[in-house]
């Protein structure tokens, strides 16, 4: 069963506005871990923002925030103001956290292309 | 500081012919170690992973392997190519708390013809 699911292949936003990406995800641990990585057309991968399962207050970074719904499994990224530089993949991921040993490894959904039009 | 050294950044090898790429970190000890693979515009597929010297999970059987020979050094490799080992590589590495991003190196594009 897919640990990561991102249902939107590609979306466009007017630059200025802001975009939000969905990511739900799967997991029957308390303990868990919610990334949000970018990917330009150079390949590299870019760190952009993380929310712990424990955390009340929703993660932010910058123009880069989540919503996160514990209840719903969901966490929503959130762009504002969207520039042209924006233009990428992003990648929703988790870790969670095995109850004896350490953690899972980082599972990635497809990805959601995102292109910010002028 | 931590760094991430992934080579080669391009690569295209003949259908039959081996496969070994290489990915060595520094700044930092007993990390743990992955292996992904990109198809053209699609997702992150976890290859292989690993906590300690000589630990590899395996997470899709196919026509690869992976090694880890020294606490830092990651290797794929593969005997034989297939015209389906194509893609993006992406060599990444994680500490262990859970809230730690992971750090990916550069990537190889793989091209087998």
């Known amino acids: 069963a897919q640990k990561i699911t991102q249902t939107q292949p590609g979306m466009f936003v007017q630059e200025k506005e802001a975009v939000t990406l969905d990511c739900t995800y799967d997991?029957?641990?308390?303990?868990?871990?919610l990334f949000w990585y970018k990917q330009p057309s150079s390949g590299e991968m870019i760190f952009l923002i993380y929310?712990?399962?424990?955390?009340?207050q929703n993660a932010t970074e910058g123009r880069y925030s989540l919503n996160f719904q514990k209840a719903r499994k969901s966490a929503n990224l959130v762009i504002s103001a969207s520039q042209l530089g924006d233009s990428a993949m992003y990648f929703c991921?988790?870790?969670?956290?095995?109850?004896?040993?350490?953690?899972?490894?980082?599972?990635f959904g497809k990805g959601t292309r995102l292109s910010v039009i002028a | 500081s931590q760094t991430i050294h992934q080579w080669p950044a391009t690569l295209v090898q003949p259908v039959g012919s081996p496969l070994s790429l290489e990915c060595t970190v520094e700044?930092?000890?007993?990390?743990?170690l992955y292996w992904y693979r990109q198809a053209a515009g699609r997702g992150l597929q976890l290859l292989f992973y690993s906590v300690g010297i000589g630990q590899i999970s395996s997470e899709v059987p196919q026509n690869l392997s992976a090694s880890r020979p020294q606490d830092r050094q990651f290797i794929l490799s593969s005997k034989k190519l297939l015209l389906s080992d194509s893609g993006f590589y992406l060599c990444a590495w994680t500490t262990r708390p859970l809230n730690t991003e992971a750090f990916f190196g550069q990537g190889t594009r793989l091209t087998v013809v």
């Open positions: 929310q712990g399962s424990y955390d009340e």
């Open positions: 997991t029957s641990d308390q303990s868990y871990g």
């Open positions: 700044g930092t000890s007993n990390p743990n």
């Open positions: 991921a988790m870790r969670e956290r095995l109850r004896n040993s350490g953690n899972t490894p980082l599972v």
